[in-house]
């Protein structure tokens, strides 16, 4: 059968359902008043009202809408036809359950609403049947077996709706997502693996250098012992360099890389962790700072690390390394431009960043201690107005002086620390700004 004989075979089938439903006037116009306006109304608490409004308008009973939890196996309120809605994100009674057909609970009449079978598994959260929720409508006393079954199939086209609202939300999470994500690629890949060019700059002078050596020895020319041992060391030397510098930057491109390109990203439209147990210190801010160190250095920018007031075995903690190393280089990234000149109270010139750690005693509530890592750098503090908005996609402050930018480092450090359950934070300190993430310890 051809997909046209197949559908025209489908609209024959419902044009004899239709028919033996025998729908009055009035129920057919209910049907079609919810399917314009479930059009017009884009909002979800909006088509919550609407699915519980059509009962009361046109037939004159209250009814209550129930939805699966996304964050539970149970089922919440969403709408009821009460002025005004109460008991709203409760569970419904123990005696309204789902049922494969309509049934009767106390003086409600009860009809459970279906998902698309096989698309159950494209919803946004994980449900283990194709239940949606359930429609409560009262007093059901005086509804016969012809409204059962309105009601029934009035569920039915709330179950579909819904189901397409739960498709179209993921889909939209899933474009700003990866929207997001590209721009996590350039601000945290692409821009510092421009460096690669500085890399393979030397790299070709160190070359260059050998070859001019070589000429030398082959051609016979004049180059004493002692000096062409000391050319050869000297290209040797930065050779090595080259190689750890650029070994370095493989191996944190490929750490970047992996974390920001998983699988598992895509699948759920969201940042995803892959937590371990590691050393933050040893693992994850220092092969960041040294990363930036000859940045910091020919910036003239010195570094401080006394401000950790934090035992070494106290910084052993689960994170997921990548996404926490990012955290650490965009805070450094951020420091290398912005750090100025400051003059102490002692009249001396510094110019300086800081790091530390400090444990916070029950930050996250009784007996759950919470470790502030800090970054500091100095320079004029960030303006009083701006300093809510800095961590928001895109906002860049007036202290920028034409640094480029995209405004979306503070904003992924936001959204990595967040998903580790952390917070972040800015605050103006003596000399500077200091920029902290808490984590539970």
Do not use: W
Not at 94 to 118: E, F, M, N, Q, W
């Amino acid at each position: 059968m051809s997909t046209l004989e197949f559908i025209q075979e489908r609209i024959r089938d419902k044009k004899g359902a239709y028919r033996d439903y025998e729908f009055i006037s009035l129920e057919n116009n209910a049907i079609m008043t919810f399917f314009d306006l479930a059009q017009e109304f884009d909002g979800m608490d909006d088509f919550y009202v609407l699915s519980v409004s059509i009962p009361k308008i046109f037939f004159g009973v209250e009814a209550c809408l129930y939805i699966s939890d996304p964050g539970g196996d149970d089922y919440i309120l969403a709408a009821n036809t009460g002025e005004p809605p109460a008991g709203l994100y409760t569970a419904p009674p123990i005696d309204i359950v789902p049922d494969k057909h309509a049934y009767r609970a106390g003086d409600s009449l009860v009809l459970t609403i279906r998902g698309k079978k096989t698309l159950m598994d494209q919803l946004p959260f994980r449900t283990e049947s194709d239940v949606l929720g359930l429609l409560a409508v009262y007093p059901a006393g005086g509804l016969g077996p012809h409204q059962e079954l309105f009601f029934e199939k009035y569920a039915n086209r709330i179950g579909f709706n819904l189901h397409n609202r739960y498709l179209v939300e993921k889909n939209i999470e899933h474009l700003k997502f990866i929207k997001s994500l590209v721009s996590d690629i350039e601000h945290n890949i692409i821009v510092p693996n421009m460096v690669y060019k500085l890399f393979l700059r030397r790299l070709k002078s160190r070359i260059m250098k050998i070859r001019e050596i070589e000429g030398l020895v082959s051609g016979g020319g004049d180059m004493g012992r002692d000096r062409l041992s000391d050319e050869i060391s000297d290209v040797n030397k930065g050779l090595s360099e080259d190689f750890q510098n650029i070994e370095r930057h493989y191996e944190n491109m490929t750490l970047f890389l992996e974390t920001l390109l998983r699988r598992s990203h895509f699948d759920q439209g969201r940042l995803t962790l892959r937590a371990k147990k590691c050393n933050m210190k040893k693992d994850i801010l220092l092969p960041q700072l040294e990363r930036y160190m000859e940045q910091f250095r020919s910036m003239g920018i010195s570094i401080d690390d006394r401000a950790s007031g934090v035992p070494e075995e106290e910084m052993i903690t689960i994170v997921d390394a990548g996404l926490i190393a990012q955290v650490y280089a965009n805070l450094f990234s951020n420091a290398l431009k912005y750090t100025r000149d400051i003059t102490t109270e002692e009249g001396e010139k510094k110019k300086y960043i800081a790091y530390g750690h400090e444990v916070i005693h029950d930050y996250f509530g009784p007996g759950s201690d919470g470790i502030k890592y800090n970054v500091f750098s100095s320079g004029p503090h960030i303006a009083v107005q701006e300093r809510d908005r800095i961590f928001e996609e895109g906002f860049r402050g007036d202290n920028i002086e034409g640094r480029p930018g995209t405004g979306h480092g503070l904003a992924f450090i936001k959204n990595a620390v967040e998903i580790h359950g952390g917070v972040v934070g800015y605050g103006a300190v003596s000399y500077g700004n200091n920029f902290y993430f808490i984590l539970p310890k």
